[in-house]
T-cell receptor, first 110, second 112 residues
Framework: AQSVTQLGSHVSVSEGALVLLRCNYS??????LFWYVQYPNQGLQLLLK??????LVKGINGFEAEFKKSETSFHLTKPSAHMSDAAEYFC????????FGPGTRLSVLP | SQTIHQWPATLVQPVGSPLSLECTVE??????LYWYRQAAGRGLQLLFY??????ISSEVPQNLSASRPQDRQFILSSKKLLLSDSGFYLC???????????FGQGTRLTVV
């Protein structure tokens, strides 16, 4: 069975600092991978996706993620955090259905 | 373009009352449809998914049911709500040629 782990339920960074949100998956075959963002009391919005093309994927709002098969990882990064990036971030994997990680809440400090 | 509508946005219901949450998708045909629940401080739990009219798969046995009476309509129901049914319910769809899912704005259900 597939699973997704996200190291760190809560991450705090200063405005302008690097954002790194970790995601590891378990799958015998590289799946489709996604990062979603959720703002309070809203649905999930797709940030980016990996579908076996380029291993470095660029998404919206300056985010990007790198697929590393050897590490079974798909970490999300952004060079410079903005206050508006404060939200909950979910990593997800899809084979037959979507499986979501537990989420990481990102706080951005002024 | 495709859009997904989910209502109501918030709902407060007494224990033992029935529930009906509705989700509709526009601009696509024969989508895969999903109901997820998000409990406070937790990730998303897949409740039901549907690949076509009248075809419902349940991922977790519980006090809820789902129906798909039309191609782009997905309904989440309960005959008698429990306190543990409180949470944030999200509807999502995936097109035949999409890899990603698209989410509605969610319904916050509070059972009192």
């Amino acid at each position: 069975a597939q699973s997704v782990t996200q190291l760190g339920s809560h991450v705090s960074v200063s405005e302008g600092a690097l954002v790194l949100l970790r995601c590891n998956y378990s799958s015998s075959v590289p799946p489709y991978l996604f990062w979603y963002v959720q703002y309070p009391n809203q649905g999930l919005q797709l940030l980016l996706k990996y579908t076996s093309a380029a291993t470095l994927v660029k998404g919206i709002n300056g985010f990007e993620a790198e697929f590393k098969k050897s590490e079974t990882s798909f970490h999300l990064t952004k060079p410079s955090a903005h206050m508006s990036d404060a939200a909950e971030y979910f990593c997800a994997v899809k084979r037959q259905n979507f499986v979501f990680g537990p989420g990481t809440r990102l706080s951005v400090l002024p | 373009s495709q859009t997904i509508h989910q209502w109501p946005a918030t709902l407060v219901q007494p224990v033992g009352s029935p529930l009906s949450l509705e989700c509709t998708v526009e601009g696509t045909s024969n989508p895969n449809l999903y109901w997820y629940r998000q409990a406070a401080g937790r990730g998303l739990q897949l409740l039901f998914y549907s690949v076509g009219i009248g075809q419902i798969s349940s991922e977790v046995p519980q006090n809820l049911s789902a129906s798909r009476p039309q191609d782009r309509q997905f309904i989440l129901s309960s005959k008698k709500l429990l306190l543990s049914d409180s949470g944030f319910y999200l509807c999502a769809w995936r097109g035949q040629f999409n890899t990603e899912a698209f989410f509605g704005q969610g319904t916050r259900l509070t059972v009192v």
